[in-house]
């Protein structure tokens, strides 16, 4: 009996041994998995967080804060993929920003001198114009109408300079309200009709610059129209996330391999003695439409027909980080 009793307290304290041993094991286990899921969460999670935040505050335009690169791993190596894009994109966020700075004030102050010489021109032709000889009152024209055209490109480039910098009324807008606002505007030019082919209704948009890429492709299609008349007909549609508005008219159109080119700045298909323009105004459609996070497009094939047309797609929820203010309409 004491034999089996003794073998019994045996085989209980290598129960107990066996269970402290497996609660030991366990704990041990337990201990190296948190320990695992700190080192994963330190080095791999934390970071991935982080770089995703400094991704998400870059595609904001917020590019000031420096991205932590340390490390040798896989993870440091996207880190210092995206703070060479980070530079990259301040470095030319400030090269536009001065160069558009530069270009509003030179076209700011060389308007100075520009109105000096006209007013000296008027004078002399109201002092002298009897005593001129016809080539001499030629040529002061002549000298009259360039100082007219630069004073216009100066105009443009300011318009273009200041496009998307500055803040402006956000409200409803209605292109069949709008297109009675187009005839007033192009009133000088009755041959011209301007018909609205379909309207989405009223939506909420940027007013100031949204207008201004309509009068400026409205003028671009009657200006560079080949005949005394024509229909320039204008149209919206609303999509659940963006609206689209088309403007098209029935001119000779453009050839597929000048439709870059005409939103490029100063860049005209035509002598500027045949079509008085500034070349800006195409430039100025395409800057304020991807102020608003939209784009514009055009369609044109005169090997196949006549006509061209010119689409604004803008979302509905664009926000510039600077809206846009008070604006003239430029003709393109």
């Not at 995206?82 to 102050?109: C, P």
């Not at 021109?121 to 002061?140: C, G, L, R, S, V």
């Amino acid at each position: 009996m004491e034999f089996r009793q003794s073998a019994a307290e045996t085989t209980r304290i290598v129960e107990r041994i066996r269970f402290v041993d497996v609660a030991f094991n366990m704990c041990m286990l337990l201990i190296s998995l948190a320990l695992l899921w700190f080192m994963i969460e330190v080095r791999m999670i934390s970071r991935i967080h982080r770089l995703t935040r400094h991704i998400q505050r870059m595609s904001r335009g917020e590019l000031d804060d420096p991205i932590n690169t340390s490390g040798s791993d896989e993870i440091s190596e996207i880190a210092k993929a995206v703070e060479k894009s980070r530079l990259t994109a301040a470095a030319l966020k400030r090269s536009n920003e001065e160069l558009e700075r530069f270009a509003y004030v030179a076209a700011h102050d060389l308007r100075a001198p520009l109105r000096a010489i006209s007013n000296l021109i008027e004078w002399t032709e109201e002092d002298f114009a009897d005593e001129m000889p016809a080539d001499a009152q030629k040529n002061i024209g002549l000298i009259r109408n360039r100082t007219d055209r630069l004073s216009s490109h100066l105009s443009a480039l300011l318009d273009y300079a200041r496009a998307g910098q500055i803040e402006g009324e956000h409200g409803a807008f209605s292109l069949t309200h709008f297109a009675d606002e187009l005839r007033l505007y192009f009133n000088s030019n009755p041959e011209f009709e301007i018909k609205v082919e379909q309207d989405c209704g009223p939506f909420g948009a940027y007013l100031t610059p949204l207008k201004t890429i309509l009068i400026n492709l409205v003028s671009n299609a009657s200006k560079h129209h080949d005949r005394s008349s024509g229909t320039i007909r204008i149209s919206s549609e609303l999509y659940p996330n963006y609206v689209e508005i088309t403007v098209a008219d029935d001119g000779p159109g453009i050839p597929k391999q000048y439709q870059e080119q005409i939103f490029v700045l100063f860049q005209t298909l035509k002598s500027r003695d045949e079509v008085e323009g500034s070349g800006l105004g195409l430039a100025l459609v395409q800057k304020l439409a991807r102020s608003l996070g939209g784009s514009v497009s055009v369609v044109s094939n005169p090997e196949v027909a006549r006509g061209t047309v010119f689409t604004v797609r803008i979302p509905l929820n664009s926000k510039s980080k600077k809206p846009l203010n008070d604006i003239q309409g430029l003709a393109a």
